[in-house]
């Protein structure tokens, strides 16, 4: 119980206290998005799941299937043995036994592509940053590699409309894309959008998950929600990055932490086990440790 009641309350108790630091204990340790294991892309043969093989051989608790139903339990940990410390802070995910290098050292940027098929051809792995307009994606990325201006930001909606490769630590790539449901671009601009993006997500071997930015300080949208399913429909590893987190109080309707728990409640009716997801905020910093070693994980799981 205490761990549902952790869960639950998660949201509420970042808003009036500063984000906690990951214990010292789990700083080798880091989490990654279930949903990989389902993708259509090229994977390496991965070693037995112990915990799957115990699993099946006695009946799962209460603790451990909600665990797997609210949870993302990253493979090498056992749902019945997930504690409230394994879960990192204002997220979803629980900590597995992956570890690597986190830390952002140095970033460039490649190139732009107007087509898939132009995008770099090494075999680096790499993060698609998608959203809607105007959903912080660009504050978000020189918030992860704390450098300004790295990635375009601009009041204009529809500004990023290619496809932006960066590289980090000279191993893996950041990719910027643009964002959908910008009203001022035009209608051959839209589908544009959609023929490439759609492109990219489905003929990119190198993907290894995408992280769909969800605004925090509006309702769900609709359209957020239409990409959500297109993308659990092709197989798309994602997690969900909840931004402007920030915002504690709304000028209208509700409060972040309600409209996250409302997308939620909205995506549990189409998925069995919850995508991962965590809040961040490009002003105050929230969830930036968090999310980069959720994307170490992903790159160690993808190496071995």
Request: aromatic content about 8%; overall charge positive.
């Amino acid at each position: 119980m205490l761990l549902r009641n952790r869960l639950l309350s998660l949201s509420l108790t970042l808003f009036l206290s500063p984000p906690s630091p990951l214990p010292k204990s789990a700083s080798f340790l880091f989490s990654f998005n279930k949903t990989i294991s389902h993708s259509t892309h090229k994977r390496p043969e991965s070693k037995p799941d112990v915990s799957a093989s115990r699993a099946a051989k006695q009946p799962m608790s209460e603790r451990a299937r909600f665990a797997k139903t609210v949870l993302f339990v990253p493979p090498g940990v056992d749902p019945e043995d997930v504690t409230d410390e394994m879960i990192l802070p204002g997220s979803n995910i629980v900590v597995g036994p992956y570890a690597g290098h986190s830390q952002i050292k140095e970033v460039e940027f490649v190139k732009s592509s107007g087509r898939a098929k132009d995008c770099p051809k090494d075999d680096r792995p790499e993060f698609a940053i998608l959203g809607r307009s105007n959903v912080g994606k660009s504050s978000l990325i020189n918030a992860l590699v704390r450098k300004k201006e790295v990635a375009l930001t601009s009041k204009k909606p529809g500004k990023t409309q290619l496809i932006n490769h960066f590289l980090v630590n000279k191993s893996w790539y950041i990719v910027d894309l643009p964002g959908y449901g910008f009203a001022r671009a035009s209608n051959a601009a839209r589908t544009d959008w959609s023929s490439f993006t759609k492109g990219y997500f489905l003929n990119r071997d190198t993907l290894v998950a995408v992280l769909l930015l969800i605004d925090a300080s509006v309702p769900p949208q609709r359209i957020d929600l239409d990409c959500t399913n297109w993308l659990g429909r092709n197989n798309i590893p994602m997690t969900f990055v909840f931004t402007k987190c920030d915002k504690l109080k709304a000028s209208k309707g509700k409060r972040p932490d309600e409209n996250i728990r409302d997308f939620q409640e909205l995506i549990r009716e189409n998925y069995k086990q919850h995508p991962a997801w965590i809040m961040t905020s490009s002003v105050t910093g929230l969830g930036r440790d968090e999310l980069l070693l959720h994307l170490s994980q992903l790159r160690n799981y993808w190496d071995q």
